[in-house]
């Protein structure tokens, strides 16, 4: 078996990037990030469908599998406060900040093994990502294969001034869009997101509200839509029925793994000595010493396009990196107030504007509570959450892991999943180069 050949080094116009004044060499170290979380029902035929055509393509089983965990997206609406690599030096030079808005798909990671799936792990995958920040931009596409697109946080201007009884505004997201395709307009900026606060309950209106949501009536009538809800997803999430779009291998097996995984997730949010030896040795040669025992998994596409046959990809690559926790600071749930009378969107509203160049709602399979027209130019999917909540961490990234890459090369004739190379531990050894066969 030939030994591998040493990669070549990356040539950077700009002369040896440690030497500047801010190195984008991971790992990294993100301090004082918080994240507001609003999970989103999606369809879970849609999204075993996106994960088959986005993170599976033609990989065979042998090497990795995902299918999506749980049948929710998650919209996360980030705040990085200092973003480092992990070096005392790049620490002293200085940090950037950036703020982000990302669409995340929990998943299951199984793999093939004599002759059955078996459940390793959970992870998950951020198909659509906005960042406001250039270097974050650059750093997380060229490296890990992020699909970021560059956005920006707007000026909100608030709503009250329209009515008193309108909710708050409290988040509009622009990024570049083409607002039709092929009108023959250019590409500009344009609103892809809101998150507004319902308007808080009046008890002196007069006439008295009777639709008043803290009316005992409105809400027990908000409970028990909230209760029969919740238990018909989570008996649906228990069957797992195919018709119901769910393709699932689980056995004894399998669920014992969920529940030994989901278990260490949990001591890890605990004392040390909860840990088994055993446990603390394995996972600090999993995460390399450096990173977080309590950690997860990202999946990113690392790909470029060919010169000559801009269609194909010269080389791709599905590529894992590892976000650890080094910290949780604060935490809790968003409209607790709201929660309280079972209301479990906690009282927010999420609107996004579907432009074909973002098609986030179709690809992803969300639920859509209604469709709004107001702008005239495109509908407005207006969506409800399912429990919010928010935190306030320090986090640990480390460097990607190739999982499995595949080169086009001159002359092939197509795609074939024999073509990937296992470049896990322990995977097959990459093919010798054409002109050596």
């Not at 989103?40 to 393509?57: E, G, H, I, P």
């Not at 025992?293 to 060919?306: G, M, Y």
Request: glycine residues 8%; charged residues 20%.
């Amino acid at each position: 078996m030939p030994e591998p050949r040493q990669k070549p080094a990356f040539i950077d116009p700009a002369g040896d990037a440690s030497a500047g004044s801010l190195p984008v060499r991971p790992p990294f170290l993100f301090t004082g990030v918080t994240s507001r979380v609003f999970p989103l029902k999606a369809n879970m035929a849609r999204l075993t469908q996106f994960c088959d055509s986005y993170v599976n393509m033609d990989i065979p089983p042998e090497i990795v599998h995902y299918r999506p965990a749980l049948p929710y997206v998650y919209l996360m609406v980030l705040d990085y406060g200092s973003m480092s690599s992990a070096s005392m030096q790049a620490q002293n030079v200085g940090w950037v900040a950036q703020h982000e808005v990302a669409f995340t798909v929990p998943l299951e990671r199984w793999r093939m093994e004599r002759g059955r799936l078996v459940f390793k792990d959970w992870a998950c995958v951020s198909p659509f990502i906005f960042v406001d920040d250039e270097m974050s931009l650059t750093t997380g596409r060229e490296i890990y294969g992020w699909p970021k697109v560059a956005g920006r946080v707007d000026a909100i201007r608030p709503l009250w001034d329209q009515h008193p009884m309108t909710g708050a505004r409290l988040l509009s997201f622009s990024t570049a869009v083409f607002p039709k395709v092929y009108a023959g307009d250019a590409e500009s900026e344009r609103v892809l997101l809101q998150i507004d606060a319902d308007p808080a309950p009046q008890f002196s209106q007069v006439p008295p509200d009777t639709g008043n949501p803290w009316a005992p009536w409105s809400a027990l009538a908000q409970a028990t839509r909230t209760y029969l809800s919740l238990m018909g997803s989570a008996l649906d999430m228990t069957l797992a029925l195919r018709v119901r779009g769910y393709r699932t291998n689980r056995n004894k097996e399998s669920l014992r793994a969920m529940g030994s995984k989901a278990a260490d997730y949990l001591l890890h949010l605990g004392p040390a000595w909860l840990q088994s030896p055993q446990a603390r040795q394995q996972a600090q040669a999993l995460t390399g010493g450096g990173c977080p025992e309590l950690a997860f998994d990202n999946v990113t596409i690392k790909q470029f396009r060919d010169a000559q046959e801009p269609q194909r990809a010269c080389y791709k690559a599905l590529v894992r990196s590892t976000m650890g926790i080094e910290r949780i600071n604060r935490s809790g749930l968003l409209g607790d107030s709201n929660l309280l009378r079972g209301d479990a969107s906690g009282g927010y509203t999420i609107r996004i504007h579907r432009y074909a160049t973002q098609p986030i709602i179709e690809s992803l399979g969300i639920e859509v509570a209604r469709t709004e027209n107001a702008d005239g130019e495109v509908p407005i999917s207006v969506l409800k959450p399912t429990f919010p909540f928010w935190t306030d961490v320090d986090l640990y990234y480390g460097a990607g892991e190739v999982i499995c890459s595949r080169m086009h090369r001159p002359g092939d004739q197509g795609e074939d999943e024999d073509d990937w190379v296992d470049e896990q531990a322990g995977g097959a050894q990459a093919p010798p180069p054409r002109s050596a066969q």
